[in-house]
Structures are given as structure tokens and as C-alpha cells.
T-cell receptor
């Protein structure tokens, strides 16, 4: 069966520090991968998605970047965190076979102080 | 562009009462529609999905939703609320184009009163 893992689960970082959140999917190949951010009272906002290795699409301009160095690995990064980057970050995957549904990881809570 | 509107950011019902969470969508193509549930500090779990087959969709934990094209709605219901249903619920829409992105509503926090 397929599984998705995110880490770290919780992170407290000072303003201006770098960020790296990792996500890996097991049990499938060539998945579509997604990073969403959930800010308090604002629902889920799609940040990045990827349909293949090295292929990254950004949905909103921001202080973050994403990379997909391997088929089942998706990384969310920042060189210098802002207070507004605080939130709950969710990685998700889909088989990309017109099923529509996404499968989510457990999330990473980032607090920038 | 697609969008989802969830009416009511907070809904409170008594244990055993009917749960009704409202969702209206906008889509230029036949949509796929989803309801997800999120428990505190966890990821999202799929409750049910509509994929252009039966308009009444049954999901996990006794939830169901009805697709009404004329009303552009996909409301979530459960006949009898249980304390364990307390969570945040998200409605989402996909057009299955390209990367098959999901567009989510703002979420509805469901509270169950004993």
C-alpha cells in the first residue's frame, strides 16, 4: 500500500533562518506531488505542485521554493523565513490517473518567531 | 476558475442530532467533488467523493453527500452526530485537468455538544 511521510512534524525557527521540509511517498511511482499551507482561519492554499522530477509549478508568489530531486521526494525550502511563513504545511500525492483525490501526509507545523 | 464556498465556519450540534455542512461550488467543467475531515494537528482524510456517477454518495463514518447540479451544491450530512465527529471539514473541487489540483473551501469546524 502507499504511504506518505512528512518531517519534521513540528519546527520552531527564528526569522531569517532557513527552512527545509521533506516529504516522501512509498508504494507508488511517478505520483503528482503537492505542498499546501494551512493558516489559521484561511483554509488550504496550494503552494506548489509537481508532475515529475525537476518539474515544479508555483501557485502563488512567496518566500518559499520547492524541489523534486527524486521521483517520490518533494522538498519545501526557504532561504530566510518570515513571520508570515508560520502555518501548518501539508504534503499530498495523487496517482495522476484522473481519480481526482489527493492523499495527505500528517503535516508539519512551522512557527516562526 | 474553480472555487468552493462553505457556508458557516463553525457549526455546533447536539450528540444524536442531524449534521449538515454546506458546500457550494463553481466550475466551468463537470466537477469532481470531495469532502475531507481533519482532526487537530493531523493531515486530511478523505470522507467521500463524487465522480459523476451516483449523485448520492456514501462515505466513511456514516457521512453522505448529495450532488445537486441545479443548485451547484454538495452538502455533507450525517443523521446522528457522535462526539467523535468533532473536527474540521473541508469541501474541495477538482476539474481533473493537468495536474489535478484540488481547490478547497475555507473549512467548517464542527462541534458536538453532549
Amino acid at each position: 500500500s502507499q504511504t506518505i511521510h512528512q518531517w519534521p512534524a513540528t519546527l520552531v525557527q527564528p526569522v531569517g533562518s532557513p527552512l527545509s521540509l521533506e516529504c516522501t511517498v512509498e508504494g507508488t511511482s511517478n505520483p503528482n506531488l503537492y505542498w499546501y499551507r494551512q493558516a489559521a482561519g484561511r483554509g488550504l492554499q496550494l503552494l506548489f505542485y509537481s508532475v515529475g522530477i525537476g518539474q515544479i509549478s508555483s501557485e502563488v508568489p512567496q518566500n518559499l521554493s520547492a524541489s523534486r530531486p527524486q521521483d517520490r521526494q518533494f522538498i519545501l525550502s526557504s532561504k530566510k523565513l518570515l513571520l508570515s511563513d508560520s502555518g501548518f504545511y501539508l504534503c499530498a500525492w495523487s496517482p495522476g490517473l484522473n481519480t481526482g483525490e489527493l492523499f495527505f501526509g500528517e503535516g508539519s507545523r512551522l512557527t516562526v518567531l | 476558475a474553480q472555487s468552493v464556498t462553505q457556508l458557516g465556519s463553525h457549526v455546533s450540534v447536539s450528540e444524536g442530532a442531524l449534521v449538515l455542512l454546506r458546500c457550494n461550488y463553481s466550475s466551468s467543467v463537470p466537477p469532481y467533488l470531495f469532502w475531507y475531515v481533519q482532526y487537530p494537528n493531523q493531515g486530511l482524510q478523505l470522507l467521500l467523493k463524487y465522480t459523476s456517477a451516483a449523485t448520492l454518495v456514501k462515505g466513511i463514518n456514516g457521512f453522505e453527500a448529495e450532488f445537486k447540479k441545479s443548485e451547484t451544491s454538495f452538502h455533507l450530512t450525517k443523521p446522528s452526530a457522535h462526539m467523535s465527529d468533532a473536527a474540521e471539514y473541508f469541501c474541495a473541487v477538482s476539474d481533473l485537468q493537468g495536474a489535478q489540483k484540488l481547490v478547497f473551501g475555507q473549512g467548517t469546524r464542527l462541534t458536538i455538544n453532549p
